[in-house]
């Protein structure tokens, strides 16, 4: 069992203009979306939990021991953080050499990095391209890249910031399958995501971020349920709850599934 326990974390990138604003949260193997609008704080808090940044006060725990006693070296082997923006993370000129560079780093033979670097490959779809130029694949693709590569380090935790945006429907399914693989292994997979309809499809938990706090977290129906605090947030509900509420389905559905299902139930 992974476990992340957070406590009065508070952290800001200018003095007097506080980001992250007194959060407690404990974090197990769920899967656990976050979600919030922009600038909510999402990115600075996963930062934090990687060791990238660190708090003004407060304190992170993870598997009972404590961050700030660790280099960010340290952290890598144990949280892996796939950024929004591949580019950020993509600099080596294969794409096997790329997907390998994260293995390396924490300490993987290079047999074991090419094995998991490859398997990594299978599991993002792009084991055809592991010869090809990152740059000469498109952002979906360079987005896999990037998952793939954190993939290959095996860590028990694993933080995806957005990794839906830009990806159609199959590329989302990938990462849909991906996520359950992970969550399966024992993994603790945290997801910051815009897309409602993920979070509500795949997500166990659904902790939405609000100005730097905790303003729901709780089961992805409970929290996507609370329409009137959503709305304080900015955030919409998964469109097949608000179909479901349309159709006037008792309940709160959470996917096109499940709206099927209710037709299908005798009355
Ligand atoms: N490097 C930085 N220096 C100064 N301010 C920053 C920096 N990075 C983020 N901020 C500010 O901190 C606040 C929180 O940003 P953050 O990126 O954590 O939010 P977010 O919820 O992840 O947003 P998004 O959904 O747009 O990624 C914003 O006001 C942002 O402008």
């Known amino acids: 069992m992974n476990e992340i326990h957070i406590e009065k974390l508070q952290f800001a990138y200018a003095k007097d203009a506080p980001v992250i ?3 407690d949260l404990h974090l197990q193997n769920q899967k656990t979306a976050i ?23 407060g304190r992170i725990m993870v598997n009972g021991e404590g961050l700030s006693e660790k280099t960010v070296a340290q952290i890598a082997k144990t949280i892996g953080l796939v950024f929004q923006n591949p ?3 993509i600099f080596k000129s294969t794409v096997l050499d790329e997907v390998m560079v994260g293995p390396l780093n924490i300490g993987q033979t290079p047999t074991e990095a090419k094995e998991h670097a490859q398997a ?5 779809g792009l084991s055809a391209v592991e010869k090809i130029n990152p740059y000469d694949l498109n952002l979906a693709q360079r987005k896999m890249i990037a998952m793939a590569s ?26 849909e399958k991906i996520i359950e693989e992970l969550a399966a292994e024992g993994k603790l997979v945290l997801c910051i995501l815009h897309d409602m309809d993920f979070a509500a499809a795949v997500f166990e938990r659904v902790i939405v971020f609000n ?28 469109q097949a709850m608000k179909i479901g509420h349309a159709l006037g389905i008792p309940g709160d559905c959470l996917t096109e599934g499940e709206i099927i299902a209710a037709f299908e139930k005798p009355q």
């Open 35 to 57: 979600i919030g609008q922009n600038g909510s704080g999402k990115t600075t808090f996963v930062k934090l939990l990687k060791g990238l940044l660190r708090p003004d006060d």
């Open 120 to 124: 990594a490959l299978t599991k993002v």
């Open 211 to 238: 100005q730097g706090k905790v303003l729901l977290d709780g089961a992805a129906r409970t929290v996507f349920s609370q329409k009137e605090i959503l709305d304080q947030a900015y955030l919409d509900q998964p």
């Open 87 to 89: 580019d950020d993370q």
């Open 21 to 23: 604003k007194g959060v």
């Open 150 to 175: 954190i993939i290959a380090m095996d860590t028990p935790i694993i933080i995806f910031d957005e990794p839906t945006m830009g990806q159609d429907v199959a590329g989302k399914a990938i990462i």
